[in-house]
């Protein structure tokens, strides 16, 4: 149930800093120098290569010592554990997340855990998650666990979009995936407290309907450019959407049943589905989404035109799980609807049956729309 609180503040928050641009990198000495002299760089193999080397380089040129963290995969209560004792043991002052979602939202729980800034070097704009004051952690074996919050932004995010360019254009449609949710979730959750514990703000609401706005005009335009490697106007614009624009937009705006649905996958063992992206499970979420606020046809047909034009997946199919039974359906509308879930935002009435058929109806509306449009469905 919405609001049950009967909270009234209203409440926006953000990151103190954010910095995006095509050399961000090169001049991360002059952004971070007010937390110190000795970071915790955390990041995985494949992401040091690809950048980590020059910001090390770039930081110790600025006369910073820097702490190798090596990111193991898993956003776990176990990975946590074990970078921040690297952290504890090398006395670093603050933390630099370098990498996608599941290295960020890992370096923030240490950063908390630590009592530390943190900095976030997002390689990818691949999820929301760079801006915001929470994680998504899962269990070892990349279940979905919990929602970790924490009491303030990072300090700073910021984005090279010269190395984003160099990441395949999947991460850039997956982003789109992830923030094409933000504007429609925050309308349904516009009654109910968001992340902060506040009611959603007129800024929230406007960030939103910017974000959908941009991916809008010029998400396809974007993910052509990014196969291009060429950092264009749509890049620039669309990297901001999916990390900036969705970020503040879902935190300070609230998130409802795509996210939850997303979560709810995770109850599916499936090869298959755990290899795709957070936002394409999140883009197939927000088709439920729409089949739980009644979207007409015409409205429907928008959002999955979006989607189909940058490979996201809008059938179950698509996300590998076409042969799911009814029984694995429901496990999934059953964890979508846990206590505490995002669904439960929604100002209507929710039950496990009225998330399963929206998934059923969602698959459903995603083969009738390849159909007509004569994809393979």
Avoid at 98 to 108: E, Q, S
Avoid at 128 to 157: M, Q, W
Avoid at 316 to 328: K, N, R, V, Y
């Amino acid at each position: 149930m919405p609001n049950p609180n009967r909270i009234t503040e209203r409440l926006f928050q953000s990151p103190s800093k954010y910095i995006q641009g095509p050399a961000a990198i090169h001049n991360a000495g002059k952004y971070l120098s007010a937390f110190g002299k000795s970071p915790l760089l955390l990041s995985d193999e494949l992401v040091y290569g690809i950048a980590g080397k020059d910001l090390t380089g770039a930081l110790e040129t600025s006369g910073y010592k820097v702490t190798r963290g090596i990111f193991g995969g898993e956003a776990s209560r176990e990975e946590v554990a074990r970078i921040g004792n690297i952290a504890k043991d090398n006395s670093v002052d603050f933390i630099l997340a370098l990498g996608g979602g599941k290295t960020i939202d890992t370096a923030k729980a240490i950063a908390d855990d630590l009592g530390l800034q943190i900095a976030v070097l997002p390689t990818t704009a691949s999820t929301d998650a760079p801006c915001s004051a929470l994680s998504v952690i899962y269990k070892a074996n990349g279940e979905f666990e919990h929602y970790r919050f924490y009491s303030k932004n990072p300090s700073t995010v910021l984005v090279d979009t010269s190395v984003v360019v160099k990441a395949p254009a999947r991460f850039l449609a997956a982003g789109i995936g992830d923030a094409i949710a933000t504007n429609l979730e925050a309308k349904s959750a516009r009654n109910s407290p968001n992340f902060g514990g506040g009611v959603p703000t007129e800024v929230s609401a406007a960030i939103g309907a910017k974000c959908e706005e941009i991916l809008f005009k010029y998400g396809r335009q974007a993910v052509e450019a990014n196969k291009a490697r060429a950092v264009t106007p749509a890049f620039e614009a669309v990297v901001e959407a999916n990390t900036l624009l969705s970020g503040l937009g879902f935190e300070s705006g609230g998130l409802a049943a795509a996210h939850a649905i997303h979560n709810g996958l995770t109850a599916i063992d499936n090869h298959t589905l755990h290899t795709k992206m957070h936002g394409e499970k999140v883009a197939f979420g927000t088709v439920c989404q729409l089949i739980l606020d009644s979207a007409p046809t015409e409205e429907m047909d928008r959002y999955l035109a979006l989607m189909v034009s940058v490979d996201l997946p809008v059938t179950l199919a698509d996300l590998g799980i076409g042969e799911a039974t009814d029984e694995e359906l429901f496990r999934v509308a059953k964890l979508a609807c846990a206590p505490n879930e995002t669904i439960w935002n929604m100002d209507r009435l929710i039950t496990e049956e009225i998330v399963f058929a929206a998934i059923k109806g969602a698959d459903a509306a995603g083969r009738d729309y390849k159909v007509r449009h004569g994809l393979k469905a």
